[in-house]
């Protein structure tokens, strides 16, 4: 182990679940002899809570600030979840880890023991994801859907006070890391919603240039398995992106043969209406980033074939309007 010059100083945004990420990759460090101290960043995702994220501009709503702080050497290492991290990072930053995936699922937290099946055709379920939104819609064309930001604990008051709601959708690794997997009602089937790519995983930022945070955070955390999977869904995603936020699910499985690696990999993108939608299946073998991240782009190209550059097409315009003042 290269001993840090000065305890390694890791960035997070304040909120109870990015504080629990956080805590848990400072106890593996410190498993390791690393000393480590939090430091504490709010970003513009946390600050601007009035709006419902399609709304904001770029697509770093949760990370700008911790990237900013790190560029400047202020932190050494950023703990995100995977699914928060633009798909291309800035210049002089680069992912030193991935692991610890919890469910990826999405889990329909709902009051007085509702479940998927037993939701009113016409029920409200509150979301500020458009991914969660078109496939809500896609699957059950007669809910109504409202808006909701916040973190997890806001989320769930939210739905307490709201007795015209019915349910909210969150992601299941933020509630079971928060001890609140009691409250999910259902955790929704991929065929209902696929998740964001590199949803449940960690990932850890470092400098490019910062070879003892990047070892550090590496041995620390880096899972291989993880990394090829969250590999290929981000690699679909990429090639979907386009510069705007799109309803793109991805879920990539791994499969451990005698001699080599299988990755197997779902995409799923869906109209903001959700009358439209295509949807695919790759797999192939993959030992390395590089071949995952090929399958996930290969797969983004079948979905465009049939039919998901048509479907992003009218995304994009609807994002290119303007957007009027409240």
Same mark, same amino acid.
């Given at each position: ?199 449940? *995983? $960690?990932?850890?930022?470092?400098? =490019?240039?910062? &070879?003892? !945070? #990047?070892? /550090? ?5 880096? %899972? ?46 869906? *109209? $903001?209406?959700?009358?439209?939608? =295509?949807?695919? &299946?790759? !797999? #192939?073998? /993959? ?5 995952? %991240? ?33």
């Amino acid at each position: 182990m290269t001993p840090a010059l000065h305890p390694l100083r890791i960035g997070t945004r304040a909120s109870a679940l990015a504080v629990w990420q956080t805590e848990r990759v400072r106890a593996r460090l410190a498993e390791l002899g690393y000393a480590t101290e939090r430091v504490e960043i709010r970003t513009t995702g946390d600050v601007v809570q009035e709006l419902p994220l399609s709304r904001l501009g770029g697509r770093a709503f949760f990370t700008k600030q911790l990237d900013d702080a790190m560029l400047e050497g202020r932190i050494d290492i950023a703990v995100h979840s995977l699914k928060d991290l633009p798909t291309e990072l800035p210049a002089g930053i680069t992912l030193g880890a991935v692991g610890l995936r919890e469910d990826a699922h999405d889990a329909l937290v709902a009051r007085e023991g509702l479940q998927w099946s037993t939701l009113p055709k016409t029920a409200v379920i509150a979301t500020s994801s458009q991914r969660r939104r078109a496939q809500l819609l896609r699957a059950s064309p007669d809910l109504r859907l409202s808006d909701i930001r916040g973190n997890v604990d806001t989320r769930l008051e939210k739905l307490e006070r709201r007795t015209d709601w019915s349910a909210i959708v969150l992601a299941a690794a933020g509630l079971i890391r928060l001890g609140l997997g009691a409250r999910i009602s259902e955790s929704l089937p991929f065929e209902v919603m696929l998740p964001a790519p590199g949803q449940g *995983a $960690l990932a850890a930022t470092v400098r =490019v240039d910062d &070879r003892v !945070s #990047g070892e /550090a955070v590496h041995r620390a955390l880096h %899972d291989e398995a993880t990394a090829l999977a969250v590999s290929a869904e981000r690699a679909l995603l990429r090639r979907l992106e386009g510069g705007c936020q799109v309803p793109v699910g991805a879920h990539a499985t791994i499969e451990r043969q005698a001699d080599r690696t299988i990755v197997e990999l779902w995409g799923r993108v869906v *109209a $903001l209406d959700g009358k439209a939608s =295509v949807e695919g &299946r790759r !797999s #192939g073998p /993959a030992t390395t980033v590089e071949e995952a %991240d090929a399958l996930g782009a290969a797969l983004a190209e079948d979905l465009l074939i049939e039919g998901a550059e048509n479907i992003l097409r009218s995304i994009r315009d609807v994002a290119a309007q303007p957007i009027p003042e409240p």
